[in-house]
Each structure stands twice: as C-alpha cells, then as structure tokens.
C-alpha cells in the first residue's frame, strides 16, 4: 500500500497536472470511477496504473475485477495518496493514469463513414465546456472530434472529468491548426457548418443530410471571421424564449442532435426542432 504523500510516485503523478509533463510524458489522469471504469472497459491497453483506495475497491468491485481480468497494475492508496495524486478535491476512491494514444487527422478522416459526423472546436478555452461537448457528441453519435490547437488540453483533468468517460468512445484528434482541419474535411467532402448566433440559416432548415461538420468557437467571441467564412453555412439556434443566449456546450449539443435526427431519417427528413422562433 502506498501511504506517504510526499513520495516520488505521488509527485510525478501529481505533476500531470501540468499540460507540459502531460506533453513531454504522454500520460494523463483519469479521475473518479467512471472515467476509471470506462478506460479499463474500453482501452485497457492505455491504462499504465490504476490507484485504489481500500473503500473504492469495495464501492467499485466490479472495475478492480476487470482490471484485474486485463492484468493492469492496481496499487492500493490511502485515501490521503489519492487525495495528493488528484485534481479533484474528492477523487471518489478511483483514479487511473493513461497513456494517450494519438490519432492524426489523416487517419482519423481515412475511417469516416459515408454519412459522417464530425464536431470540430476551434478555440474553446474552457475545460468544462470542451468535456461536455465532447460528451455530447458521444451522446449523439458522432464519429469523431477534432480540436484546435488553439483549444483547451483535452487530457487536462477538468476536461477528462467532464467528458464522463466519453473520451474513450470515439476519436478524437488534437493539436491541429484550425484552417488544416477544415480544409481536410473539405477535400474529403464534409461540408463545414458555423455554428453561430450571427447565422442566417436557422438550426430547423439547416441541411443536415450527407457528411457534415460542426463547428463551434470560442465561449466569449465565437468564431473568428476566417473560421466563419471558410464554412459552407452558418447557422444559429433559434431562441424561443427570453435567454438571451445559450452556453457553448448546450448550443453544440442542440446541434448535435438535429444531425443524428437528420441521419436517423435520412434524405427528405429535415432538420427538426421546428417550432416559432423568437423575434
């Protein structure tokens, strides 16, 4: 068991905290049981350690098991261990380093299926909001995420916790120049879709049919003017009400969703959420 705080071991897990040990390193923490359970279900192979406490290992059988069955490395910890090891004030008992398995643009386009779905975030900064898009792509289907390297770290802990465990459940492809993404999914046909409270298509008429990208910007300006032009549409989500706006994470899920509507249709299906919008 693992008892003392301040040792080497703590340190340096500790230490990926810090975007450039996670760089210089490839590894990242996965905090709490279900970004722990989710790793070792899907991506055992990416799991180098996993940390325990004698509680969680109760609460949580069923993933020590598991980690057990993919013959992981699991060392008991104190909860005070885990405690310094983690981010999160209370890391639920559970906490997992990983190593990232990076995915370039190109092969990650090369595996798109013919209907795809790609959300793309150009310079979100917040790590919240980047977890819960990427959850919500999960969520709704999509095939693969790319973000900008002008973006959040996505194995940054917030961001990690945020997604939920969703972070193994499709590609998702990080560091690459915003205009290198969208010119790649151009010449692979995907057609770029601004999301944007300056669109003049509204989300209910958007064409969501065939291959298609959403693109979501920063949390306080939006998209940049180049980023916005070099898309094939621009479209907002309609307000019904009197908010005066929508947050990045719940307007990108709303968008999300119309496609996977769209695609479950299929051609002829529109693009759904009707109703009036607000004047």
Not at 180 to 198: H, M, P, Q, S
Not at 226 to 250: F, K, T
Request: with cysteine; aromatic share 4%; glycine share 10%.
């Amino acid at each position: 068991m693992l008892t003392n705080p301040r040792s080497d071991r703590v340190k340096a897990v500790r230490a990926l905290s810090r975007r450039s040990v996670r760089s210089r390193t490839g590894q990242f923490r996965a905090e709490g049981p279900q970004a722990v359970r989710e790793a070792v279900r899907f991506v055992p192979e990416h799991v180098r350690d996993l940390y325990v406490t004698a509680e969680g290992a109760d609460r949580h059988a069923d993933v020590i098991a598991a980690a057990h069955d993919a013959k992981l490395w699991v060392h008991e910890v104190t909860p005070e261990v885990l405690t310094a090891m983690c981010d999160a004030e209370h890391p639920q008992g559970l906490m997992a380093v990983c190593r990232w398995a990076r995915l370039s643009l190109d092969d990650a386009l090369g595996a798109l299926p013919h209907d795809a779905l790609v959300c793309v975030l150009a310079h979100v900064r917040d790590p919240g909001n980047a977890g819960t898009v990427i959850r919500g792509a999960d969520a709704a289907g999509a095939d693969l995420v790319v973000v900008s390297d002008a973006s959040v770290d996505v194995l940054g802990p917030k961001v990690v916790r945020s997604t939920v465990g969703s972070l193994w459940h499709l590609p998702v492809v990080t560091e690459v120049p915003i205009q290198t993404i969208l010119e790649a999914l151009r010449v692979r046909g995907v057609r770029l879709l601004a999301a944007d409270g300056a669109g003049q298509t509204i989300l209910p008429d958007a064409d969501l049919h065939g291959p298609h990208a959403w693109v979501m910007g920063n949390e306080a300006w939006g998209l940049e003017d180049q980023v916005r032009d070099s898309c094939d549409d621009v479209v907002r989500v309609p307000i019904h009400g009197y908010a005066e706006s929508l947050n990045l994470a719940m307007a990108a899920t709303l968008c999300l969703y119309a496609s996977a509507g769209a695609r479950k249709r299929g051609p002829g299906g529109g693009g759904g959420l009707k109703g009036p919008e607000r004047a």
